[in-house]
């Protein structure tokens, strides 16, 4: 097996990984072999997935060895904030042509290595392998070896080619690469007991310092932030932590586990997102690190800290309460931001109308039910005409989601807020918090929607006023016509990678009597792309097995 394929294999076994746990020893044995069929890479190819992953190391000269689509496609597009150096921001690519394509592009990817370390002199050079020089057979791994022999500086091949799946193995696949061939390769010049790893966290907009200052207040040193701010120096110490937090489960678990393995460095799960969070993250921090030596007085001074910021946080936030109270907010996010903002919006007084699931784990839903009851509004799947509906017909205030979803907001002429990774505000920490209540009242009283809102003095009817009258029109048919209402529902797709609609699905579940994701994605493919449905298959697996009882067929 080539060395890429046995990668795959390795990531797609990763013990860690909670989607494999989930499975049965059954279908983990088979590991997650299936061939993506074209297509299944929408939403962000896995190279993309690696140089997001790995483009917040900010000295690095990050080499895409590809045609040049392939690097205009991922630059610079998430806003990770730097210290220091900006070579990270700069734009390499060894833009291969047709005639690479015939003779190969080993030649031409050495000569920018070279012409790379000759002119801008970094501690080292990440190589980015996308799918044409990986068809053509380019043996970047060689050209890095000889490179790195030949150049005196390291040279590390990033095997990601986009074909092979979906962002997310591509956050996978760079921390096999780091873990190859940077972790461990070089010594910090002390250690102290204080020292931790922060793995998945990127910077985003400047979030990590955000958190830094109170880790520095506690003497708890970032010893490798892998990768937000970090240095190709301390990422290639990091092995010397005590211990370390990951913040985003599903991008590099595998980093975390592997470090567990192989260095004894224990880590955890944290997120710094929302006050309750942010303290359980630095409490357990400190209990980590006096687990493995450090002084047990870490801990009254990390209570001590919290109880300051955390009252600080709160008194912030109650300026807002009277201007914010009783405003709408309609959150489509994802993963653990689906509740740890929720608690702060709350106090700031504000209602949640509606939670986005999608991307949520089992544990997020439980979270949101905990934090806002058994009657939470968890929103799995809400299409664009739905959630302009909410908005227009004014059931939600405020929509806060990802940059994608800004234009139903705009259309409703109603205020909106990014909180996805193209944000411009950064929201981590106790201060980040109450940046975004700041910023959501900035939205809501900004005087341009009165403005927008008044029709134009030419517009005898206006385009809101068609479109709500397509909108009831079609509701009036649907709610007369219980069959084709239900013929609509059934036709509404769940997987955009292959196309398969709801109606399919249920099907599957009764005809087949299946009773687990992974069996649906068998049957029907759905879910066999970018991964991104699974929620919502699982969801429809839920109502159908509510209503008919589903034992699986052997
Ligand atoms: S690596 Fe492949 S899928 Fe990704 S952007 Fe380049 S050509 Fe497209």
Redesign the pocket.
Known sequence: MSTLANKIQEVFNEPGCGKNQGKSEKERKKGCTKQLTPGG?AGG????GAKIALQPITDVAHLVH??I??EG??WDNRGAKSSGSQLYRTSFTTDINETDVVFGGEKRLYKSIKEIIEKYDPPAVFVYQ???PAMIGDDIGAVCKTATEKLGKPVVPIYS???VGAKNLGNKLAGEAILDYVIGTEEPEYTTPYDINIIGEYNLSGELWQVKPLLDELGIRILACISGDAKYHEVACSHRAKAAMMVCSKAMINIARKMQERYDIPYFEGSFYGIGDMSDSLREIARLLIERGAPAELMERTEAVIAREEARAWKEIEVYKQRLAGKRVLLITGGVKSWSVVAALQEGGMEIVGTSVKKSTKEDKEKIKEIMGQDAHMIDDMTPREMYKMLKEAKADIMLSGGRSQFIALKAKMPWLDINQERHHAYAGYVGMVELVREIDKALSNPIWEQVRRPAPWDETTWEEVADAAIAKEAAELAANPELAEQKRRAQNVCNCKAIDTGTIEDAIRDHKLTTVERITEHTHAGGGCGKCAGSIASILARVSETASVTEAA
């Open positions: 890479a190819c896995a190279f993309d590809g045609p689509a392939c496609n991922s996308t799918c044409v080619p986009g074909f």
